[in-house]
């Protein structure tokens, strides 16, 4: 087995819709029409358009190329992960312009609700929080609060 390999991306603009089997394997075959192999493996990506997120491959004749999926939100993600790890400061900025590029793309990096932790406020906040005129309408409860350091989630 090679330690090189030649990598096809085949790219989508979004995540949305696109990619489709028989395009990888038009794209394999004349790539297969057009190179020689020499003992280096063949990988195709299919980035963005995906309905699914499993593995393929396309077989033509002999030869067998894998599909590896990905999308889009998921690029996003594993760069806005990576910013947060312990890397020299011009790296953090290559990153950041990273996510600002995905941004203008329509890409936005979203915690969602079960990836953040739960927390807890006591009563003296959220007694606070009910008599603040511009708090009150989006909380109101609906009765007395016994206990202190009441999990979030339970409210």
Not at 89 to 100: A, E, F, S, W
Not at 129 to 147: A, D, E, G, I
Not at 149 to 154: D, H, R
Request: charged residues 20%; proline residues 3%.
């Amino acid at each position: 087995m090679s330690l090189y390999a030649l990598i096809i991306i085949e790219a989508k603009k979004s995540d949305e819709s696109g990619q489709y089997y028989e395009q990888w394997r038009n794209e394999i075959k004349a790539f297969l029409n057009t190179h020689e192999l020499d003992n280096r493996n063949v990988v195709l990506l299919a980035l963005g358009g995906n309905t699914t997120l499993e593995h393929n491959k396309v077989t033509i004749n002999n030869f067998s190329c894998p599909i590896y999926k990905a999308s889009w939100f998921n690029i996003l993600n594993s760069v806005s992960k990576l910013i947060n790890e312990p890397l020299p400061n011009h790296i953090k900025r290559i990153l950041d312009d990273i996510v600002d590029a995905f941004e203008i793309h329509g890409f936005f990096n979203i915690e969602w609700l079960d990836s953040l932790e739960t927390g807890s406020f006591d009563t003296n906040t959220i007694d606070v929080l009910s008599h603040n005129n511009s708090f009150s309408r989006f909380y109101k409860p609906s009765k007395p609060l016994l206990t202190k350091n009441k999990n979030i989630w339970q409210i």
